[in-house]
């Protein structure tokens, strides 16, 4: 079992930068690959990154590339979001999401345990 704890949402103007964080107890984090989702009120929860369980491979959504990066420190426990050059439509809840895999999926149904989400809103 793994827990999973986000943290550093928050509101933010356009064109700003927030960093959030994925805490994680319970099994050794080191073999999990840690993704991040988010959903925006009326819609689906969506894939926004991932990163494989020691860091090598990394995987994004297209409506994040260049903007968003991913990274884990895995003697932290902890995977973090880097947010640059926020939109309003980056504006959801924000999931970190934990799977013993290989890679990065972006498929949310390999992911077993989640955590409580972080809001994020990006004002225009």
């Known amino acids: 079992q793994v827990q999973l704890v986000e943290s550093g949402g928050g509101l933010v103007q356009a064109g700003g930068s927030l960093r959030l964080s994925c805490a994680a107890s319970g099994r050794p984090f080191s073999s999990y690959a840690v993704g991040w989702f988010r959903q925006a009120p009326g819609k689906a929860r969506e894939f926004v990154t991932a990163v494989s369980w020691r860091g090598g491979s990394t995987a994004y959504a297209d409506s994040v590339k260049g903007r968003f990066t991913i990274s884990r420190d895995n003697a932290k426990n902890t995977v973090y979001l880097q947010m640059n050059s926020l939109k309003a439509e980056d504006t959801a809840v924000y999931y970190c999401?934990?799977?013993?895999?290989?890679?990065?999926?972006?498929?949310?149904?390999?992911?077993?345990?989640w955590g409580q989400g972080t809001q994020v809103t990006v004002s225009s």
């Open positions: 999401a934990a799977a013993r895999l290989g890679g990065s999926t972006g498929d949310s149904g390999q992911y077993p345990y």
